[in-house]
């Protein structure tokens, strides 16, 4: 099973719509939890980061939040643009794991005219 | 200020060659990271370099597979007798030290596809 599940899986909204993205860890303590975008054939570029103590973490039209108690964290992307149509990658470095990260899944998000 | 440079970014071999993977950091970092992804999974950790050391290459495959960074020149990730289920997409990271906090930067990637 893996350490860090993220749902949904794929998501399609329109334009100017906001839209929610969650991540679930399993193993803590953790040092810090980080969403990554990734554009297709590219590599991924951070968004935030949040340490343990830290609640919510703004970038822009990019929110995100973290509840250490139920180890979930989500993703909130406010008036979605075209160029947000990209995989979203939750991040959690683990203090077991040393400094390596260790990523979700992603959510695909494309957001359609 | 470049990025992350990584080269090639696409490589076709046949099963049976070698690969080698090319990742110069961004100017100022001295820590490098490999990871692969493989088709619809997520990134996966490979090794932890800083120059001439390996710090962690606790994912790294037992075979087939090393990776350098020397004190001169781009870290390089090689792949000896390569076969299809190398095929991935093989991404490099740089950061200007390896504290916890520090935000790792991702280069383009380099695609294999082993035939």
Known sequence: ?113 | NAGVMQNPRHLVRRRGQEARLRCSPMKGHSHVYWYRQLPEEGLKFMVYLQKENIIDESGMPKERFSAEFPKEGPSILRIQQVVRGDSAAYFCASSTNGGLQETQYFGPGTRLLVL
């Not at chain 1, 334009?15 to 803590?28: A, M």
């Not at chain 1, 103590?53 to 929110?63: I, L, Q």
Request: net charge positive.
């Open chain 1, 1 to 113: 099973k893996n350490q860090v599940e993220q749902s949904p899986q794929s998501l399609i909204i329109l334009e100017g719509k906001n839209c929610t993205l969650q991540c679930n860890y399993t193993v803590s303590p953790f040092s810090n939890l980080r969403w990554y975008k990734q554009d297709t054939g590219r590599g991924p570029v951070s968004l935030t980061i949040m340490t343990f103590s830290e609640n919510t973490k703004s970038n822009g039209r990019y929110t995100a939040t973290l509840d250490a108690d139920t180890k979930q964290s989500s993703l909130h992307i406010t008036a979605s643009q075209l160029s947000d149509s990209a995989s979203y990658i939750c991040v959690v470095t683990f203090k077991a794991a040393g400094n390596k990260l260790t990523f979700g899944g992603g959510t695909r998000v494309l957001v359609k005219p």
